[in-house]
């Protein structure tokens, strides 16, 4: 334990501590590692495929007057319901 007198020393920095400033100086260059970048459009496509099936969903779900209010037809709901979550 390090007394008043004794100036406290810091601690030197891990393995992971280096790795973290590695990445962060990294973002600040605007390189970005190839798998990082596969991982964030993973994310995004993943994000984008879960929104479509929400709605999809929720179209489904609507009656006919709501139909009306947005300016659909029941077939046209139909068909977009139907659509898997991975086509537009």
Do not use: N
């Amino acid at each position: 334990m390090a007394s008043f007198a004794e100036p406290m020393r810091a601690p030197m920095p891990s393995a992971i501590d280096t790795q973290l400033l590695d990445l962060q100086a990294l973002a600040k260059t605007g390189y970005m590692p190839s798998l990082a970048a596969s991982a964030i459009w993973a994310a995004h496509v993943v994000a984008i495929w879960s929104v479509r099936r929400r709605t999809r969903r929720e179209l489904a779900m609507l009656d006919r007057e709501r139909l009306c209010d947005i300016g659909l037809t029941r077939e046209a709901q139909k068909a977009e319901s139907a659509k898997p979550f991975w086509k537009a």
